[in-house]
């Protein structure tokens, strides 16, 4: 079993910047901890809309590595939103269910416009 924690940041202003500089350091050092493989999707990859909206991306891209294979039966794979940061490394943030889904703190489901 792998452990995978995807991360799409794409942006073309400063929070590029912050991601790079503060949230991928740190979501680094918590894969570290737990044994996730971390994936990075910057602006070096050329990537497709799809239905208009850069939020679709955590589904296609999930379902493009089920599809090709590069995730197995009993992998767990991770997204978070490039915007969030893991404040508590002491606890792996992780399911033994099939499928889970969280929403932010607001209670909403943020899918874009």
Request: aromatic letters at 16%; proline letters at 2%.
């Amino acid at each position: 079993m792998n452990k995978y924690l995807l991360v799409i940041a794409r942006y073309k202003d400063k929070r590029q910047e912050v991601f790079e500089k503060f949230i991928s350091p740190n979501n680094q050092k918590y894969c570290d901890k737990w044994g996730f493989k971390y994936i990075e999707i910057k602006n070096n990859f050329n990537l497709e809309l799809y239905r208009g909206n850069p939020t679709w991306w955590k589904f296609t891209i999930l379902k493009d590595m089920m599809e090709s294979g590069f995730l197995k039966d009993g992998d767990i794979f991770t997204h978070l939103d490039a915007d969030m940061a893991i404040a508590n490394h002491n606890r792996e943030y992780s399911t033994n269910k099939s499928f889970s889904y969280s929403i932010d703190s607001g209670n909403t489901h943020c899918m874009g416009n």
